[in-house]
């Protein structure tokens, strides 16, 4: 017998248990012989990571294919793992060694430390691995796999040496984001863009040699210049002042009637003393602020590119930890005359912070009358997200991937078809970041991760090899020398002694981007560079479901070194989910107080009832809005399918061996027979078509309203007072809809669904009723529809619309819940006839009628509600006050006329469509039709009442 109540905490555990011991999750469990292969690799989430809500919804929907195609009798893997966070893990680790008053990691060397770091990844790491687990992700745990474990490493170095010798990684000076906290470049993922009310400093740059210029000051309403007067500087504009000092060109537009005649020619850098050329180059806005635009290569993204055209010098002023070197800086020191304006420049900001000297700059350039004027300008800053302070542009050398090169058969990938995007709007996404790629810096400045496997020799040369013996040989057949590898300082100290001794090499010290060794995960974890079996039946994958902001940073990165090295894509079909913010609509953040943890929901209400909720409301290229009480309301239904449950069990619900859906008699078993089909039918067309939302819909539809408050409801006399013939074709009935409810939802809600498979309904097809399941639910085939009768379903379908009907007009004109009214029907047919002698006990049942009649006219007094040729009519005047009731829904609709006005007001003024978040904007918006919604169905009432009132 089953429990009262469905306890989630004491179930879940022990499925999962149940499933472990099975080994059901295992590649290839539960297949046909020979089934096709369906595979899926999970996003790696971080060592250091905890399961947010985000992890949530993406392992929800991977897993509710994994299961629905497992079931299928496919050939299944999914392949778990995660990544090892070279960032945040050692920031992880530091922070703890600090903690505990113990060496840094300077302090103990980076062998030590690498170690310290596994050392906590054995004990600490991978806590979103149980997490998982507990959400019930039906992984193939034997298979976990680590980017950091030894077979990925490996694919990593074959990797990077194959690449480099095909010309495809190569060492460059570029720009790259610096963090000068944690010191490291980092990619634009870890970068976060906060908005900072900043200023706007506009500084005058003198013209070299004399040069002057006519600058109009006054305008006509045409925006034609009418005044102008002579000056002898461009004025240009900065919200980072400290770079000034590595300024090595003023831009104008080519176009630009007011600095044509100064192209070419020179200004004289502030504070400094450096001529500088005033170049025409589109980036320079002619409407924005002067029009000249300061240009500092080494410091600015824009202006790197700017550099690059126009030959400038790259001159960096910040150090790694973003303060000012100026003294030992020969850049910075070229072709500039010594000066006492010069020296007094190095001496006031040499070692200092940016923003002192930020601050300090400013002051003088206002002593020395050339600081225009300041505006205050709010803009957006980006920061390092783990270091937390704005990130510099730094001119460093790093290493690179030709990204453009490998990005041209990932691109023909998608626009052929061979990789589809889901929903297809992301493609073009796609498109647009990969035909503008530039290259990938993959080198970091930290020591937890993959080493980068270049030796470097005292001529320049690098020897990129697969390992340290390799790298010696290499080097011996280049210097035809003895040749020993040491730390870095001591090769350097090596090189400068010179002489004929040994040779010393020293290795690189970066570690590569943690994106490099996921860009290999579809592949890598099934074995490569090995062919293995397992590499051979589940790549390419079947499909990849991520979120939009790593489209670039992982997905295209996949896709690029999948055709490169597999020669093929790696998965088909790419899903793009949403992202789940808050019932307002806000994204969630720490900062805001909104975050919601998933892991507190299913200590709450079960994983179930989170899983299904996310399902349910995954609707294609829409966030999800999540509240609580979503999810209270899906614990409810998870409540409501136990107490079927219970309920068939009761009465007696068993499926007998040979039982055959399709043979049923009962014109009720023969409609819920018919709907189960076309439930099974509409779950699985979504599922095929990646509308998780419509597959969840149409099962709690069927479940809540067809099977449960329907069948279960029309099934209970017969239960109770039918034939035995008629009782035993229910029961087998019930208990068969019940099994196909379960396996339609084990996909969405394994954990409910298997203990009702193992405990409820028990026997099915393995002869006396209470035998074992052969087997679990989650290797049950999944069901087909059994065809169905169309006229039973007609029939059924035409009862449930005219009890609802007749509920729904009880409801709105607020008729006492316990009184029985007259049903009145005129012009029925003689189906409808029929119909009301075959169904008169459920009608007066369920729609609470006093009498079923049939009349030729409608009686005085009453609501008519017109279904197909007939009119069924409600004879309410006795049972309602006319008077009250009028008064009640004119009260109604003029409060819900105020609310639609108030909002019809608020979003009627431009400033709040303009100034408000776009969450904001769509909650109105979408309240709005809400209450239009409930006023049209106190109007519809209002006219019911005037009719009843003249009738």
């Not at 006492?816 to 409808?832: K, N």
């Not at 006219?857 to 279904?867: E, H, K």
Request: glycine residues 8%.
């Amino acid at each position: 017998m089953l429990d009262k109540t469905y306890d989630a905490a004491t179930v879940e555990p022990r499925i999962a248990r149940t499933w472990d011991e099975a080994e059901a999750f295992k590649a290839g469990a539960g297949a046909e012989p020979g089934a096709a292969s369906y595979s899926i690799v999970i996003p790696p989430p971080n060592v250091t990571g905890s399961l947010h809500m985000g992890h949530a919804l993406n392992n929800t929907l991977q897993d509710i294919l994994i299961r629905f195609e497992r079931m299928r009798g496919r050939d299944v893997l999914w392949q778990p793992g995660m990544d090892h966070a070279g960032i945040a893990t050692q920031m992880v680790v530091e922070r703890q060694l600090a903690e505990r008053q113990q060496p840094g990691r300077r302090d103990m060397g980076r062998e030590a430390f690498v170690e310290r770091v596994w050392e906590w990844k054995a004990e600490s790491g991978g806590m979103i691995i149980n997490q998982l687990k507990r959400l019930g992700a039906s992984c193939d745990w034997s298979r976990e796999r680590f980017t950091m474990d030894e077979g990925l490493s490996r694919a990593v170095l074959e990797v990077f040496v194959g690449l480099y010798r095909e010309g495809l990684i190569y060492k460059d000076k570029r720009l790259v984001n610096w963090d000068p906290k944690l010191l490291t470049a980092i990619s634009d993922l870890e970068v976060e863009q906060i908005e900072i009310k900043g200023n706007l400093w506009h500084f005058r740059y003198s013209l070299d040699g004399g040069e002057t210029f006519q600058a109009p000051v006054a305008w006509d309403e045409d925006g034609n210049a009418t005044e102008f007067e002579t000056r002898d500087y461009i004025t240009v504009a900065t919200t980072r002042p400290e770079t000034m000092l590595g300024d090595t060109a003023v831009a104008v537009n080519p176009e630009d009637p007011r600095y044509k005649g100064l192209i070419g020619k020179h200004v004289v850098l502030p504070l400094v003393g450096r001529r500088i050329p005033i170049v025409a180059d589109d980036y320079a806005d002619p409407d924005a602020g002067s029009g000249a635009v300061k240009v500092t290569p080494a410091h600015d993204f824009n202006d790197f590119e700017v550099g690059r055209r126009h030959d400038l010098p790259m001159i960096s002023v910040l150090d790694r930890e973003a303060k000012v070197r100026l003294a030992e800086n020969p850049e910075f020191l070229a072709g500039v005359a010594e000066s006492a304006e010069l020296s007094e420049t190095i001496s006031a900001y040499e070692g200092c912070d940016r923003f002192d000297v930020r601050k300090r700059l400013v002051a003088r350039m206002e002593e020395l009358g050339l600081l225009d004027r300041i505006e205050p300008h709010t803009h957006m800053v980006p920061h390092g997200d783990r270091g937390g302070v704005p990130i510099e542009p730094l001119l460093t050398d790093q290493w690179y991937v030709d990204a453009k090169t490998l990005a041209q058969p990932a691109i023909a990938s998608v626009r052929e078809g061979r990789t589809n995007f889901v929903p297809r709007n992301w493609d073009k996404t796609y498109y647009e970041w990969m035909e503008n790629i530039q290259p990938w810096c993959i080198s970091r400045q930290l020591w937890w991760g993959h080493r980068i496997p270049a030796w470097y020799g005292p001529d320049g040369r690098i020897f990129v090899e697969r390992s340290e013996d390799e790298a010696l040989a290499a080097a011996r057949a280049h210097y035809a020398r003895d040749v020993e590898i040491l730390e870095m300082e001591a090769a350097l100290a090596r090189w400068e002694a010179g002489g004929e001794g040994t040779v010393a090499l020293y290795r690189d010290e970066d570690v590569l981007d943690t994106w490099f060794s996921s860009a290999l995960w579809p592949f890598s974890t099934l074995g490569w560079p090995d062919k293995t079996p397992e590499l051979a039946n589940y790549y390419p994958t079947s499909v990849l479901i991520t979120g939009f902001d790593i489209i670039f940073f992982w997905v295209a990165r996949m896709m690029m070194l999948g055709d490169h090295y597999m020669k093929t894509e790696p998965f088909h079909t790419v899903y793009i989910h949403a992202l789940v913010r808050d019932e307002k609509g806000q994204k969630m953040s720490k900062s805001k107080g909104n975050v919601i943890d998933p892991l507190a929901l299913i200590d709450e209400y079960g994983a179930d009832a989170l899983r299904f909720t996310l399902a349910a409301m995954a609707a294609q290229g829409r966030d999800i809005k999540l509240a609580t009480g979503r999810v209270a309301g899906y614990r409810n239904f998870v409540t409501k399918l136990w107490n079927a449950a219970r309920f068939v069990e009761m009465n007696g619900g068993t499926r007998p061996a040979g039982f055959d859906p399709a043979g049923v008699r009962e014109t009720v078993n023969r409609w819920i027979v018919t709907e189960t089909g076309r439930c099974i039918t509409e779950v699985t067309e979504a599922l095929e078509g990646f509308r998780f939302n419509e597959a969840a819909g149409a099962a709690y539809r069927f479940v809540w309203n067809t099977y449960c408050d329907w069948y279960l409801e029309l099934a209970k006399p017969i239960f109770g007072e039918g034939s035995a013939e008629a009782r035993d074709e229910a029961r087998a009935t019930a208990a068969w809809v019940l099994d196909e409810i379960l396996k339609v939802l084990h996909p969405f809600m394994p954990f409910m669904t298997e203990e009702l498979w193992a405990r409820a309904v028990e026997g099915e097809g393995e002869g006396e009723a209470g035998a074992a399941r052969a087997r679990l639910l989650v290797h049950t085939r999944w069901p087909v529809s059994p065809g169905g009768d169309q006229t039973s379903a007609s029939e059924i379908n035409w009862l449930v619309d005219l009890i609802t009907s007749i509920r729904s007009v009880r409801a709105e004109m607020n008729v006492p819940a316990g009184a029985r009214v007259p049903l009145v029907v005129t012009g029925a047919s003689e189906v409808t006839r029929q119909r009301l002698a075959t169904h008169e006990a459920a009608i007066l049942r369920l729609a609470r009628a006093e009498s079923v009649t049939l009349a030729d006219a409608p009686p005085r007094g009453s609501v008519q509600i017109v279904s197909g040729e007939a009119v069924f009519c409600l004879p309410l005047a006795d049972f309602i006050d006319l008077g009250a009731e009028a008064a009640r829904l004119a009260k109604e609709e003029a409060r819900l006329d105020g609310e639609v006005a108030r909002i019809d007001k608020k979003l009627g003024n431009p400033a709040f469509v303009a100034k408000a978040p776009e969450e904001i904007v769509v909650a109105e918006q979408e309240k709005r039709a809400e209450l239009v919604e409930l006023r049209d169905k106190v109007v519809e009432a209002r006219k019911r009442l005037a009719d009843l009132s003249h009738a």
